[in-house]
Structure formats: structure tokens, C-alpha cells
């Protein structure tokens, strides 16, 4: 079956550090998405992709950066860690923009 | 700006208790509607979706959803909860902007159901 991956799903780091979230989906689907969920926010997107070398920014991007050199995955990289970074982080994808999407299990990140 | 308004933040009901969340959104043209779940320790998952015809929408697990155009709003409902239904409940929406669609969530309701 399809589906989505995220890794890892737990992760310690310090203020700082440069942290990469991986993200893989085998549907075959043209757009991903990356949104971090906190209390009282909801879901808020932080970058998406639309196809292979296209990626654009959210509501949320300052901090982080993505690259998408495929289809199948869509890497989240946080250039410096804060501490305002720590969150649960959710990749999603779809096979239209106009479709439902698709979530992964989720990485819940913590930066001390 | 487009916005999506859940004005339930927190919810609860005893079993066989009837449900409806509110969802509201700010957008004047065509939209496609949705309702997400994550259940505790999970990721989201699609409840049922709206995007054209009958404005009442079945989904699983016995819930349903009314689109009702003049009020912006597309309600949750369910007629008899189950302790199993304790989730997070997001009402998302889909709209054309810049040539393309964007997603945009609700800040997402808890739904406490007590056995």
C-alpha cells in the first residue's frame, strides 16, 4: 500500500544546530507539503512543492528551507534550531492541489 | 486574507451524546471543504469532503457535514458519539488563489467523549 514516511519521529537537538526531517511518500503524488501543529495554532505550512525542483514558501517559513530533487521526498531543514522551533511536524502530500491530502505519522522535534 | 474559524476549541460530551463543530471560513468563491481527524498518538485523516452537489456530505465512522453557502459554514455533525471518537477534529479549506489552490486549516477542535 502507499503511504507516507517521516523520520525520525522523535528528535532531540540543541539551539543551534542544523536539523534535516525527512519526509518519502510512494503515491506518486506531484505536491507536498510540510506544516507544524502547535497548541492553539492548528496546522500552520511551513514550505510546499508542486513537482520535481519547485518548492515555495507558507505561512511559517522563516528558519527553514526545503529541496525537492524528486518525487518521492521532500526533506525539512531547519538552518539553525530555536527553541520556538520545537513542534510536531507533519508531511503531507496530494495528487492535485485540489484534492484531500495525505499525512504522515508525524516527527515531533524538541530544541533545548 | 482567507481564514478558517473553529469557534469550539475543546468539547465534551458523553456517549450517545449528539455533535456538532462549527466551522466557518472567509472566502467568496468556489471552495472544496474538508474535515480531518487524528486520533490521539496519530496522524490526520480525511472525514469526508465536500466539493460540489448535495450539500449534505456522509463521511465514516457515522459523521456527516452540511454545506450551507449563505452562512460560510460546513458543520460537523454526528448524531451519537462513541468514547472511540475522542480525536482532534480539523475543518480545512480549499481555495483558488494565484492561479492555483491553497490549503488552509482551522485551529482544530478536541473532542472529549466520556465512556
Known amino acids: 500500500d502507499a503511504e507516507i514516511t517521516q523520520s525520525p519521529r522523535h528528535k532531540i537537538t540543541e539551539t543551534g544546530r542544523q536539523v534535516t526531517l525527512a519526509c518519502h511518500q510512494t503515491w506518486n503524488h506531484n505536491n507536498m507539503f510540510w506544516y507544524r501543529q502547535d497548541l492553539g495554532h492548528g496546522l500552520r505550512l511551513i514550505h510546499y512543492?508542486?513537482?520535481?525542483?519547485?518548492?515555495n514558501k507558507g505561512e511559517v517559513s522563516d528558519g527553514y528551507s526545503v529541496s525537492r530533487s524528486n518525487t518521492e521526498d521532500l526533506p525539512l531543514t531547519l538552518e539553525s534550531a530555536a527553541s520556538s522551533q520545537t513542534s510536531v511536524y507533519f508531511c503531507?502530500?496530494?495528487?492535485?492541489?485540489?484534492?484531500?491530502?495525505?499525512f504522515g505519522p508525524g516527527t515531533r522535534l524538541t530544541v533545548t | 486574507a482567507q481564514s478558517v474559524s473553529q469557534h469550539n476549541h475543546h468539547v465534551i460530551l458523553s456517549e450517545a451524546a449528539s455533535l456538532e463543530l462549527g466551522c466557518n471560513y472567509s472566502y467568496g468563491g468556489t471552495v472544496n471543504l474538508f474535515w480531518y481527524v487524528q486520533y490521539p498518538g496519530q496522524h490526520l485523516q480525511l472525514l469526508l469532503k465536500?466539493?460540489?452537489?448535495?450539500?449534505l456530505v456522509k463521511g465514516i465512522k457515522g459523521f456527516e457535514a452540511e454545506f450551507i453557502k449563505s452562512k460560510f459554514s460546513f458543520n460537523l455533525r454526528k448524531p451519537s458519539v462513541q468514547w472511540s471518537d475522542t480525536a482532534e477534529y480539523f475543518c480545512?479549506?480549499?481555495?483558488?488563489?494565484?492561479?492555483?489552490?491553497?490549503?488552509?486549516f482551522g485551529t482544530g477542535t478536541r473532542l472529549k467523549v466520556l465512556a
Open positions: 480545512a479549506v480549499n481555495a483558488p488563489t494565484s492561479g492555483t489552490y491553497k490549503y488552509i
Open positions: 512543492s508542486y513537482g520535481v525542483q519547485d518548492t
Open positions: 465536500y466539493f460540489s452537489g448535495d450539500p
Open positions: 503531507a502530500s496530494s495528487d492535485s492541489a485540489y484534492y484531500e491530502q495525505y
